[in-house]
């Protein structure tokens, strides 16, 4: 049986709260036949509140912190997101690692709290152009894998999302054989670990959009999407839904 693709939009902080729900109203009022796609909004977290969906629709948070509660300023814990309705909350994204400075442990401490909290990590693993053009590639992946992963005994609750940093709104997009050969990497640690990688979904981010959807979709190893810039545009969002509903139906 196929694994039904799940197609995730990251506004990143874009969109103000009055804009949330209108935004999603028009996206799920483009796409109101689909059977075969699981799809994720994950706005900012003053949207959060604003927005309200049913399958196959979810909304995801773009951060979180491991604590559930304390004297963290700023910080938004997994319980506060959940309250809010969320099922899936995005972790390691590399906006977060590069800028922000998140460490692999920190990211191992959030995965650990989003799973505690009875709901989905998408956790976000990639190279930079210079660790792929000095070959560092698998060893990245693996290092990101095993440390974001450490002591997690089960990983049937989890999304990985590969995301090659050199690709995240630049416009360059890896090609299909890059993205496969990410895929199979990624799939064969989690295997190694969990004794099979086959069962969980790992999604592709760079630069996607209407344009290279249906290749990249079927594209060996690919379980869907998590889009950034083509997310924010209701109707090129919802084409890249529909081309993946079309795939998958075929």
């Excluded at 700023?74 to 590069?98: F, Q, T």
């Excluded at 990624?186 to 760079?206: A, C, F, Q, S």
């Excluded at 209407?210 to 084409?239: K, M, Y």
Aim: aromatic share 8%.
């Amino acid at each position: 049986m196929k694994k039904v693709p799940i197609i995730a939009g990251n506004w990143k902080m874009n969109k103000l709260p009055s804009e949330s729900r209108s935004f999603i109203n028009e996206v799920t009022n483009l796409v109101l036949d689909i059977k075969s796609v699981s799809v994720i909004f994950a706005p900012p977290f003053t949207g959060l509140f604003e927005v309200q969906v049913k399958s196959p629709f979810h909304i995801a948070a773009q951060n979180c912190h491991w604590e559930d509660s304390g004297a963290f300023t700023g910080e938004i814990s997994v319980s506060m997101v959940k309250d809010c309705g969320v099922e899936y909350v995005i972790v390691g994204h590399s906006e977060r690692r590069h800028i922000f400075g998140e460490t692999n442990e920190w990211v191992n401490k959030k995965t650990k709290a989003v799973l505690a909290n009875g709901i989905n990590p998408i956790l976000c693993v990639g190279e930079t152009i210079t660790q792929r053009e000095s070959g560092e590639t698998e060893l990245v992946l693996k290092n990101q894998l095993e440390k974001g992963l450490d002591s997690i005994s089960d990983v049937r609750n989890c999304i990985i999302a590969y995301e090659p940093v050199w690709a995240i709104g630049t416009g360059l997009t890896a090609t299909n054989e890059q993205v496969e050969i990410a895929h199979q990497f990624i799939r064969e640690v989690i295997g190694n670990k969990y004794g099979n990688g086959d069962g969980t979904h790992i999604l592709y981010g760079g630069s996607v959009n209407s344009g290279n959807a249906e290749s990249l979709i079927q594209t060996e190893g690919v379980d869907g999407f998590l889009i950034g810039g083509a997310s924010l545009d209701a109707g090129s969002f919802a084409s890249i839904i529909k081309i993946v509903e079309e795939v998958q139906e075929s």
